[in-house]
């Protein structure tokens, strides 16, 4: 999530407005609580494409491993 002290920006958006409605009556920050959101929504999306840059080397290393079992593995402590 941003610092708090990062640079912010005005923006419109629509909200339904019955849960914008408890979240006032509930005292919550609206624009606070719309960054948390959005911020996660960018981390999940973040994580969803770095998977699927990935895919291909994960599966190859999956595969390595399910033939040849963990490298190093004879090192092992426990």
Known sequence: MPASNSARK???VSLDEA????????????S????????????????????????EALESSNAY???N???LVAYRSF
């Open 69 to 71: 079992g963990l490298p």
């Open 65 to 67: 491993v399910e033939q």
């Open 10 to 12: 005005a923006t419109n």
């Open 32 to 55: 606070q609580a719309a960054e948390a959101g959005l911020a996660q929504a960018v981390a999940a999306r973040r994580a969803e494409l770095w998977l699927a840059e990935n895919r």
């Open 19 to 30: 849960l914008l409605a408890e979240a006032k009556l509930l005292r919550i920050n609206v």
